[in-house]
C-alpha cells in the first residue's frame, strides 16, 4: 500500500512549486468573503490584524525531504521505546497484530489527510490555519487550544523519560535535586537548539534517528540468532512458542490506547510548512515514508524478542534494557539504555518547533499577543519558543500522573476537526490547487475520518474508570477543552474593547 502511493507521487510530475510562503499568502488575499475587491473581502481585511514582516526563510534553510521524515518519525515515535505496555497488557501476538492494523486504521488515514491538506495550504501554524479557513476563527482556536493543552501533559514526559534513563547509567547524577536540574536542562537546552532553525532540527533528527536504532537493529539480530539456535539445537527457552504465551493479566483495551498513542502526531509536522522545501511534493512523501519508518521499526523489535523465548509478562516500562541484557549482555542493554535518553531529547526537540509554531500563527490572526509574533535572523519565533519553554518547564514540578485518555481526548478532539476541515474545504473550495489529493474523490475525503473517529472513541470507552484529581479522566479533559471556548470568547470581548 505505501509503495503504491509512492509510486503514484512519482508519476504525478508535480511541477516545482513557488515558496510556501508566497503561495501560502496569495491563497489568503482572496477570503472566502468574496473577490479581492469586493466589499465583502474589504471588510474582511479591514478587520485583520495589522500586516506584520513575515519571517524570512532562505532556500538554503527550509527543512528538505529525508530532515522532514526524520523530525516526522520523532514527533510520532522517537524508537521502541513505550511499546513494552502493549507486550505487558495483551502479549505478543496481539500487539503485533494491534501495531500492524493500527497503521492502517489510524496513520495512514492522517497521514494522507496531512499530506493533501500541507500541499494545498502550506502555511506556518499548519492544521490551525486549515481549520481556521474551513471553519472559522472560533474552530481555529478551538484546533489550537486542544493542541497546546494536550502538549503541557505530553511534553513534561520527555525531559522525565530522559532522567529515568539516565538513573540508570549513573543513579547518582539524578539522586535529589540533580533530576530535576537535568529535566530543566533538556528543556534549555532544547529552546537554544530550535533557535538555531527548522532546518537544524530537521538534520539532527536524522542523526539521532540511526544513533538511537542502532543498538535495536544488534537487538533483532540477537533476537533472530537466539531463535535459529533453540530451532536447530537444544531447546533454550520457549522460542518461537512466546508470541502465542498468553499474559497473566491480559488488558486489550489499555494495549490498544498504548498503540494508539504511540501512533499519534503525523499532523505535527505541519505547523512548519513555510520552513520546508517544496512543501506540496515533500509533506506526502514525507508522511508516508514516516509512516513505514514507524509501523517498521515498532513491529521487528517486538517480533525479534518474541522469536528470542522471553516472556511477555515480563514486560513493562524500561524493560528493553533487561531484553538487551538476556540477549546481548551489559554493553548491548547500555547501548538501549542511551538511546532511551536521545528519545527523550529526540521527541522533545522537534515537538517544541512543532507546537511553538501555533502561538506565532494565532499571533498573526490577532487570536495571541503580537508579541509572540518576534523572531530571530534564522525565522524563529523566539518569543513562543521562549514562552512555550517557560510553560512546558513549570510543568515539570507537576505531581499529577500521565494519563494516555487525556492525551487522547485532546488530541483526539483536534484530529477530527482537521478530518473535518478536509472533508468541508474539497466542499467549499473544489477549485483550490491540490497538487496531493487523497485517492478516491471527495467522498473518499469524506469517508477518511471514520476509522480513526471509531479508534478514538473506542479509546475513551475503555478509559472511562481512569480518573485525576479526583474526577473521571474523560471529565476532566472535557473541561479542559471547554475552557478554550471560554478563553476564545474573552480574548474576543478584549479585542473589541481594545478596537473601541
Not at 503525523?266 to 508516508?288: C, F, G, H, I, K
Not at 510553560?391 to 477530527?416: C, H, K, M, T
Not at 466542499?427 to 497538487?435: A, D, F
Request: glycine share 12%.
Amino acid at each position: 500500500m505505501f509503495g503504491a502511493f509512492w509510486a503514484s507521487l512519482r508519476n504525478r510530475g508535480l511541477p516545482e512549486s513557488p515558496p510556501a510562503g508566497a503561495v501560502a499568502l496569495a491563497r489568503e488575499e482572496t477570503p472566502r468573503g468574496g473577490a479581492p475587491g469586493s466589499v465583502d473581502a474589504r471588510a474582511e481585511r479591514a478587520a485583520q490584524p495589522p500586516a506584520v514582516r513575515a519571517p524570512a526563510f532562505p532556500g538554503g534553510r527550509r527543512i528538505r525531504l529525508l530532515p522532514l521524515m526524520g523530525a516526522t518519525y520523532f514527533m510520532v515515535a522517537g524508537g521502541p521505546y513505550g511499546l513494552e505496555d502493549i507486550i505487558g497488557k495483551a502479549g505478543y501476538w496481539h500487539a503485533l497484530l494491534l501495531l500492524a492494523a493500527i497503521p492502517f486504521l489510524w496513520s495512514v488515514p492522517t497521514a494522507l489527510m496531512v499530506g493533501e491538506m500541507a500541499s494545498s495550504i502550506p502555511a506556518e501554524g499548519g492544521f490551525y490555519v486549515w481549520v481556521r479557513r474551513a471553519m472559522g476563527p472560533f474552530w481555529g482556536f478551538q484546533e489550537a487550544w486542544l493542541s497546546l493543552a494536550a502538549s503541557v501533559f505530553d511534553m513534561a514526559l520527555y525531559p522525565t523519560l530522559f532522567v529515568l534513563y539516565l538513573g540508570r547509567m549513573a543513579p547518582s547524577w539524578v539522586a535529589g535535586w540533580r533530576g530535576a536540574g537535568w529535566e530543566i536542562a533538556v528543556v534549555a537546552g532544547c529552546a537554544l537548539w530550535n533557535l538555531s532553525g527548522a532546518r537544524t532540527v530537521g538534520r539532527s533528527s536524522v542523526t539521532l534517528f540511526c544513533v538511537l536504532l542502532a543498538p535495536f537493529a544488534v537487538l533483532i539480530a540477537a533476537g533472530v540468532w537466539a531463535w535459529l539456535r533453540a530451532v536447530h539445537g537444544p531447546g533454550a527457552g520457549l522460542g518461537a512458542g512466546a508470541l502465542l504465551q498468553p499474559v497473566p493479566a491480559p488488558d486489550l483495551a489499555g494495549a490498544v490506547s498504548v498503540a494508539l498513542w504511540n501512533y499519534m502526531g503525523w499532523d505535527n509536522a505541519s505547523t512548519v510548512a513555510q520552513e520546508v522545501e517544496n512543501p506540496q511534493r515533500n509533506y506526502p512523501r514525507a508522511m508516508l515514508g514516516a509512516a513505514g519508518l514507524v509501523a517498521a521499526t515498532y513491529i521487528l523489535p517486538l517480533l525479534a524478542v518474541g522469536l528470542a523465548g522471553l516472556a511477555p509478562g515480563e514486560f513493562s516500562t524500561g524493560a528493553w534494557s533487561d531484553a538487551a541484557h538476556a540477549l546481548g549482555g551489559p554493553l548491548l542493554a547500555l547501548g538501549i539504555v542511551a538511546g532511551g535518553m536521545i528519545n527523550g531529547v529526540g521527541m522533545f526537540n522537534p515537538l517544541m518547533m512543532s507546537y511553538s509554531r501555533l502561538p506565532f500563527a494565532m499571533a498573526k490572526e490577532g487570536q495571541a499577543p503580537s508579541v509572540l509574533l518576534r523572531h530571530n535572523r534564522r525565522g524563529v519565533p523566539w518569543v513562543s519558543v521562549a514562552a512555550c519553554a517557560v510553560i512546558w518547564g513549570l510543568a515539570l514540578g507537576f505531581s499529577f500522573e500521565r494519563l494516555i485518555s487525556i492525551d487522547l481526548v485532546l488530541y483526539g478532539a483536534s484530529l477530527l476537526l482537521e478530518f473535518a476541515a478536509l472533508a468541508m474545504l474539497r466542499m467549499r473550495e473544489p477549485n483550490l490547487p491540490r497538487p496531493f489529493r487523497v485517492p478516491g474523490g471527495t467522498a473518499a475525503a469524506v469517508a477518511l475520518g471514520i476509522a480513526p473517529a471509531g479508534l478514538i472513541a473506542y479509546a475513551m470507552w475503555a478509559a472511562r474508570d481512569e480518573r485525576i484529581l479526583g474526577m473521571s479522566a474523560l471529565l476532566f479533559a472535557a473541561l479542559v477543552g471547554l475552557l478554550g471556548a471560554a478563553l476564545y470568547h474573552l480574548q474576543t470581548r478584549w479585542k473589541r474593547r481594545a478596537e473601541s
